[in-house]
């Protein structure tokens, strides 16, 4: 039974489903759903969406770097245990690793890297020249997040261990509730069939969960609006802080602090939307299986469920701010000295400059939380230039390069998507200045 067929057979049991269980089905039924790879490649060049690892090398690289600075705080454990949750085909997992065996102090000796994903074909991280006897890479199906209509977490098929739990565009795959506000009366979309049809309709909340993590928050949606509410991210920091005895958790994703995530003026349809062959599609019922559902991140529930189970926020900024603290201008700057032809300077340039595109990928958040470990300040999250021990380690370590498997934007690989490449680098995001985010 494929995905759609398994939605419209709950529909036949019950009347109707809320589209969390909906969305989870349409992602993760292990027959044909989205992320359960039967239907080609689904990020990249000839997928529905492209990500940071696959723009540049630069990314990975410059979160090993940040891997590397916690490692030192935690007084260099051995193994430090890198849990990249949501892996995908293992290109982030292959450039940090490969990155990482540059880094001195024995860091590559005690890095032991796990890909989890609820896919568990093996990715791009077995071709890593890096790994081998000193750095262990294993990937480990996840069981997948099923909505929270019955059906239990997965949990994590782990060890305890130190270390970092890395995710990059994880959550805003997690499956999400929507509410609407009618009649002054907060409902829930839920889906059916009409006609033959699957159609939204909105009724009765599913659970008071819905209503209370909107209370907790302080928000009170407008008349008329309508916000996703990803109630699966307490299943998700609780298993992660229960296998994390201490270290850190790294998310990056796209998404917003609820003020302003669940603002009437700014997001009044909320920010579910749909991606397939790189085109913004907005239509969650059609291509069942086929094509991406995502919604933006509620980075102020992260944070609020972290605290719940232990993680303490210990920085939250832009990717853009994010990355160039680490040092990004000045891998940038140094491409003309790498003996480098025209062509490759350009794409190398044209990749780290989308990394931080304001507008794009650069308006993404980093956000870091600690179990354990005490409070310490992050290269990631402060301005590079104050930062001795990041500044002499960079000036050591020239800029990776992009690989056959990253996407050369001046090569117009991806024509369906719209890549706006800036002469030189844009001026620091101004907060609250961001635009809505486009993929
Ligand atoms: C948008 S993709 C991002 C892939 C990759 N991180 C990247 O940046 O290209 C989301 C990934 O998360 C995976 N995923 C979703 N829920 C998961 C879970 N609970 N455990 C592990 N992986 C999960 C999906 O299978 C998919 O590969």
Redesign the pocket.
């Known amino acids: 039974m494929n995905a759609e067929q398994e939605i419209r057979r709950r529909i036949a049991d019950r009347g109707s489903i809320t589209f969390a269980e909906f969305m989870d089905v349409a992602l993760?039924w292990p027959a044909g759903g989205y992320?359960r790879g039967t239907g080609g490649p689904?990020?990249g060049p000839q997928g529905d969406?492209y990500?940071?690892?696959?723009v540049h090398p630069a990314f990975g690289a410059l979160l090993s770097v940040q891997l590397f600075q916690m490692w030192l705080i935690m007084d260099r454990p051995s193994p430090f245990t890198v849990l990249e949750?949501?892996?995908?085909?293992g290109?982030?997992c292959r450039d940090v690793a490969e990155f990482s065996t540059k880094l001195p102090e024995g860091f590559p000796k005690a890095l032991r890297y796990i890909c989890?994903?609820?896919?568990s074909q093996p990715g791009l991280e077995k071709g890593s020249a890096a790994t081998g006897e000193q750095l262990e890479v294993l990937r480990v199906a996840?069981g997948?997040?099923l909505g929270g209509d019955g059906n239990p977490p997965a949990g994590l098929p782990l060890a305890r261990f130190r270390g970092c739990v890395l995710?990059?565009?994880?959550l805003?795959?997690?499956p999400v509730h929507q509410v609407t506000m009618r009649g002054g009366k907060l409902l829930e979309v839920h889906v059916t069939v009409e006609q033959g049809e699957l159609a939204m309709v909105p009724d009765e909340l599913s659970t008071p969960a819905l209503a209370d993590r909107l209370d907790g928050l302080g928000v009170v949606l407008g008349e008329g609006q309508t916000a996703e509410i990803c109630l699966g991210l307490e299943d998700?920091t609780g298993a992660i802080s229960d296998i994390l005895e201490a270290g850190f958790v790294l998310t990056v994703d796209y998404g917003r602090e609820a003020e302003d995530l669940y603002s009437a003026k700014d997001r009044p349809r909320g920010t579910l939307t749909t991606f397939y062959r790189h085109t913004q599609t907005d239509a969650p019922l059609r291509r069942i299986g086929s094509q991406?559902i995502t919604a933006q991140v509620d980075f102020t529930s992260v944070m609020n469920e972290g605290r719940k189970f232990g993680l303490a926020p210990m920085g939250y900024l832009t990717q853009r701010e994010f990355l160039l603290n680490l040092g990004l201008q000045d891998w940038q700057r140094g491409l003309t000295g790498l003996g480098l032809t025209q062509r490759q300077t350009d794409a190398n340039r044209a990749g780290m400059v989308d990394l931080v595109r304001p507008g794009g990928l650069g308006d993404f958040k980093a956000l870091v939380q600690g179990k354990g470990v005490g409070h310490h300040d992050l290269w990631g999250f402060q301005p590079g230039a104050s930062v001795q021990g990041l500044k002499r380690l960079m000036d050591s370590l020239p800029a990776p390069l992009m690989t056959p498997d990253h996407l050369d934007l001046n090569q117009g690989r991806d024509p369906g998507s719209e890549f706006q490449i800036e002469g030189d680098w844009p001026p620091f995001a101004v907060p609250g200045g961001e635009e809505e985010v486009s993929l």
């Open positions: 993760y992320y689904v990020g969406f990500t940071s690892p696959l949750m949501g892996a995908g085909n290109l982030l989890l994903d609820v896919n996840a997948g997040y995710s990059n565009e994880l805003d795959a997690f998700w991406d």
